[in-house]
């Protein structure tokens, strides 16, 4: 649906560093994407080229086959967008607001807009002057915005900034009810590693202008697993973890696990010895993980 071939932007002097270097990735049609980094990785200039409001030095964008760069214009008409902070006109209403806003792009009909305003949630409220809105209220009327008239791709800029928890609950579902009811695809670029990876199909991370991981939040291969253990007699365990090459950290009742090998034989060697079992959870690589492994590998190469 969305494709990013070899895209690579500078500003100022090519001495400096480029804000994106060289940057490749596809997202598949019905999915939910993630684009991660810290700040200045490049994640909104990416989004403002696929978006054709900021131009590249080389590559191209292509939505749903059709060129950003060569046919902006009809490449966003499968397209909505939140990119940066919403802006609206405080002094009219909601309503008024998603009347201007989508005449720019043709317009559409009342019926169109009500029903989008009462599946985002806004009824309500719809009619009021927007210098009333809440946060999260703002975040529902961009939403409508995005999805009016219906896109097929949906380009996210930090979605969830300033939500409540229940703002990013209810978010998270809107989103899953687009991909799956309505078989939108979804970009988005987030800080919130644990909504992202609660939300996202797969994730590209950018680091520095250039991309050093893509695939699943899971994805990333790893040499061993990790299990938590209670036992009465740590001292045991850590030695026999030491003759099978695994590591142990007593502290946090941690084994690292070489994962060629099968726990059961680290289960069996502590019940021969007398060993007290009580418990073992296998501890499941989180994205934060991923993203701190990602980062500290990055940081190696340059060392």
């Not at 050093?212 to 973890?241: A, K, M, N, P, T």
């Not at 090998?261 to 010895?273: F, G, N, R, Y």
Request: glycine residues 8%.
């Amino acid at each position: 649906m969305l494709k990013v071939s070899h895209v690579s932007k500078h500003f100022g002097r090519k001495s400096k560093p480029a804000a994106l270097d060289d940057l490749s990735f596809t997202v598949e049609k019905g999915e939910i994407f993630g684009l991660l980094g810290h700040n200045g990785a490049g994640k909104s200039t990416a989004l403002g080229i696929m978006l054709g409001m900021v131009y590249p030095d080389s590559g191209e964008v292509t939505i749903g086959g059709v060129s950003v760069q060569k046919q902006r214009e009809k490449a966003m008409r499968k397209t909505g967008a939140i990119f940066e902070s919403p802006n609206f006109y405080d002094y009219l209403s909601g309503w008024r607001n998603l009347q201007v806003l989508t005449a720019f792009s043709g317009g559409v009909s009342k019926k169109d807009i009500s029903e989008m305003v009462e599946w985002v949630g806004l009824e309500k409220r719809i009619h009021d002057t927007v210098r009333t809105y809440s946060h999260g209220m703002r975040q529902r009327l961009a939403l409508a915005q995005a999805l009016l008239p219906r896109p097929e791709m949906l380009l996210l800029d930090e979605p969830t900034d300033g939500l409540d928890p229940d703002g990013i609950v209810e978010f998270r579902k809107q989103l899953f009810a687009l991909r799956d009811d309505f078989g939108v695809t979804i970009l988005l670029n987030s800080h919130l590693l644990a909504e992202v990876e609660i939300t996202c199909d797969r994730v590209v991370i950018l680091r520095g202008g250039k991309k050093v991981y893509q695939g699943s939040c899971r994805g990333l291969v790893q040499e061993e697993d990790s299990y938590r253990f209670e036992v009465d007699q740590w001292q045991v365990l850590e030695q026999i973890v030491k003759e099978h090459h695994g590591e142990s950290i007593q502290s946090e009742n941690l084994v690292k696990w070489p994962r060629e090998q099968d726990i059961a034989t680290l289960v069996s060697e502590l019940v021969a010895k007398g060993v007290q079992l009580r418990q073992v959870v296998k501890l499941e690589a989180s994205l934060e993980d991923l993203y701190m492994k990602v980062r500290s590998t990055e940081g190696d190469e340059k060392s």
